[in-house]
Every structure is written in structure tokens, then in C-alpha cells.
């Protein structure tokens, strides 16, 4: 498996900054970003890599936010993007979430951000709340796709969005609080096909009907894919037949209502996921029966995916001594956790499955690839672990921009009370 970064960069960071670690490649991002600029307004879903360093390497770029917590609103804010709305301009920040928590309501309120609504009681806790503004709403057209079932973000076993039948009320409520509904957002899961996509641009098109003349923005949501498995990387998603499909949408809802529409697209896991490298040391060989098992220092707490939905990252390994690694084996990798789902070579289901590796020994390093989307995003202190130092790869360097979680962090908020 080839990667962005060479050996020796691989085998400094780890001697540098300890195992696990992540890197991303700031080279990849800025590869992916340029992609995706067919779109009027590429707008990252930062939930998929919220570091400060690539939140604000990807404003750079040119790209706005979209923030699903009231955390993410603050992340958004202290990497340069700013709150308020102008008529006329695309709002920096965007609040996308089926619920407001107190948190997001009052900075919502306090800094003018954007809000998308989930649900329909958004509106009116809004309003409550003193917050009268343009709002665009997230549309559960009633069907759903994606590569995991726990992926699939529509259709009515689905929590998210405003359902497609209750555009009518939503609108009726906005108004009756003095607010417009000015823009419909589409994102039903994630691992698009064109035939499915298709689907959805139809399904944008009924719902812009709803709103007529008040339409201003639609948003293709996300879900862009990325070639996780080796034998995909020659056959990526088109993403200018991606863009078409949505262009199309957009044009024939503006010779519906006579007037321009602007197209956003909200890609996470397409501008960050082949950038990152989760770079573990293995820490023993063994045999169990007749499987052979590497065991590393990183576990689910790193990088869940693997765990939650059944998902493949290729692996790489690197020999620490510098020894040519020429014969194979078939190896399970699996973490330190106490957990016996603590096993990256896994299906969905939990069905274990052994991987043809490189031989390895104790102190190689094991490279998880395409893991920049969320893996550090979705870490967890279970076991009480730490979260893993993070860097980047920029300019032939290697640059700390999250410090390893020490001992004393890891237990900075609890407290011992007298029983």
C-alpha cells in the first residue's frame, strides 16, 4: 500500500512524538478541497476532522463550516471563521442539528449563526429564544443510502431531518414567528451511487415547490465517497458527473421560480479521510490456535471505525530497523483494550478476518491508512486511555498540532467526594 509520506518522516514522528499518532498530509487536503470547488460553496462538515489546524487549513483553501454542536461552533470560531448573516452572502458558519441543547441555542443567539433546521420544534425554541433569522431546513425525503446501515441518514427508521410530508407546516411556522425559510438541505447517508443520487435530486426538486420564490440556497448535503480498499483507488467518484446531476437539479428549480439558486456541497470525510495515518507500534506477536495476531498500542479508542461499522482502512507496516520486509503473512491486528471487539480486521457483524501483511515483529511500526475522517474525531478515554498526539505533514515537515493528553488532563475534572 502507498502512501503520501515517506518512511523515514513515518519513523521520526513516532520516535518524536510517541505511538499512537496521527498524522495528516496537508498536501491530500488541498488536493481534495480543489476537487470539490465545482460547487458554488464547498462547506467542510468538520465533525469528520474537527482539529483546530486542518479546520483552519481548510478556511484557507476557501471553504466554509458547518457545525453540528455548540463545540463546533466554538471550534469554527477559533479557526478564523466568523458568525453573522448578510443578506446576499453565504453565511462562515451553519448550525446543522435535529435538536437545539441551551449551549447552541445561546451561541447561535450571541454570535448570528446560520441555522439549518432538523426538526420542526427548532423553529418555534428559536423564536422563543428571541432569534428571528433566514433558515434553511434538512429534508428527510423518506429513503436513505449508505455503506453501513448506521450510515444511512433517511427514510423513517432515520432520526434526522424534517419529514419531506411536513414542509407545509414547517413554513407556516417560520412565518407565523416572523421568519422565512430561504434554503433546503438534503444529506441522507453516506457512499452515494448515481442511480440513488438521482433519487435525491428528484426529491430536491419536489421540496423546492414548498418554498417557490423564497428559495435562495440548496445544499447536495455530503456522503462523497473515498476509495478505502486498494483495488478502488482507479475508480474514485466522479466528482464533476457528481456536480452535474446537482446542477441539473438547480437549474430546473430556477426555471421554476425565475431566478438564480445557490449550490452548496458539505463534504467531510472527501476533503480530510486520505490524509490521515493512525501510526501504531505493535507491541506483541502471538499465536491463538492457528491465527496469528499483532497486537498494537492502538486500540478503538483511537480509531473506532473498524469496531462500530465493520469498516476496512488498509495497513502498512514499517520495520523499525530499516529491514527489508519480503515475506507475508495472514495476521489479525487487533488493540490493547479490554474488549474482545477491539479488532481492526473486522467486518460488520464483528466477523474477524485476518489480513495478508508484511512479517512483523515487536516495535515495527503498523500504518492504518485513509483514517483522517472520523478516527481522531471519534476517540474516546475508555480505559482510561489517552488521547493520541496529533501532527501534520506540511512542506517536507512534520508539525505537532495537538499536544498526547497527559496523565494529569486525563483526570483534571474529576473529583474524590467523602462517602
Avoid at 390 to 411: A, D, H, P
Wanted: hydrophobic fraction near 40%; proline fraction near 3%; include cysteine.
Amino acid at each position: 500500500m502507498k502512501y503520501s509520506i515517506p518512511d523515514s518522516v513515518l519513523l521520526k514522528a513516532a520516535s518524536e512524538y510517541g505511538t499512537p499518532l496521527w498524522i495528516y498530509d496537508r498536501a491530500t487536503i488541498e488536493r481534495a478541497v480543489k476537487d470539490v470547488q465545482v460547487f458554488d460553496t464547498v462547506r467542510f462538515a468538520q465533525k469528520a476532522c474537527p482539529n483546530l489546524s486542518v479546520v483552519s487549513l481548510i478556511r484557507k483553501l476557501g471553504c466554509v463550516v458547518d457545525a453540528v454542536s455548540a463545540g463546533e461552533i466554538v471550534r469554527a470560531l477559533k479557526a478564523g471563521f466568523k458568525g453573522g448573516q448578510q443578506k446576499g452572502k453565504v453565511p462562515e458558519i451553519v448550525y446543522t442539528a435535529d435538536i437545539f441543547d441551551r449551549d447552541a441555542l445561546e451561541l447561535v443567539k450571541k454570535y448570528d449563526i446560520a441555522v439549518n433546521v432538523g426538526s420542526p420544534d427548532m423553529i418555534q425554541q428559536l423564536a422563543d429564544f428571541g432569534v428571528k433569522s433566514e433558515l434553511t431546513i434538512r429534508v428527510n425525503p423518506g429513503f436513505g443510502h449508505g455503506h453501513s446501515r448506521k450510515t444511512n441518514t433517511g427514510g423513517d427508521l432515520s432520526k434526522h431531518g424534517i419529514w419531506h410530508e411536513q414542509i407545509k407546516d414547517c413554513i407556516k411556522l417560520a412565518q407565523s414567528n416572523g421568519m422565512w425559510i430561504t434554503g433546503l438541505h438534503m444529506h441522507i447517508g453516506s457512499g452515494t451511487d448515481f442511480e440513488h443520487l438521482a433519487q435525491v435530486c428528484d426529491a430536491m426538486v419536489d421540496a423546492s415547490r414548498h418554498l417557490g420564490s423564497h428559495l435562495r440556497t440548496i445544499s447536495a448535503g455530503g456522503g462523497l465517497p473515498i476509495p478505502y480498499h486498494e483495488e478502488e483507488k482507479g475508480n474514485r467518484i466522479d466528482v464533476k458527473a457528481y456536480y452535474d446531476l446537482w446542477d441539473n437539479a438547480r437549474k430546473r428549480i430556477q426555471q421554476s421560480i425565475g431566478h438564480d439558486v445557490h449550490l452548496e456541497v458539505e463534504p467531510g470525510r472527501y476533503l480530510v479521510a486520505e490524509s490521515g495515518y493512525l501510526v501504531a507500534e505493535i507491541r506483541a506477536v502471538k499465536k491463538q490456535g492457528s491465527n496469528l495476531f499483532y497486537l498494537l498500542d492502538a486500540g478503538f479508542t483511537d480509531l473506532v471505525r473498524p469496531s462500530f461499522y465493520g469498516s476496512y482502512h488498509a495497513i502498512s507496516v514499517v520495520a523499525r530497523d530499516g529491514r527489508e520486509l519480503n515475506e507475508t503473512v495472514d495476521a489479525v491486528v487487533a488493540g490493547p483494550l479490554c474488549e474482545s471487539g477491539d479488532v481492526f480486521t473486522q467486518e460488520e457483524g464483528g466477523f474477524v478476518v485476518t489480513r495478508k501483511l508484511p512479517k512483523a515483529q515487536v516495535g515495527d511500526l503498523l500504518i492504518l491508512h485513509d483514517a483522517g475522517a472520523y478516527g481522531a474525531a471519534m476517540s474516546s478515554n475508555y480505559n482510561s486511555r489517552r488521547y493520541a498526539a496529533e501532527t501534520m505533514y506540511t512542506k517536507g515537515e512534520i508539525k505537532l498540532v495537538r499536544e498526547r493528553q497527559t496523565f494529569e488532563q486525563l483526570l483534571q475534572n474529576d473529583r474524590i467526594i467523602e462517602l
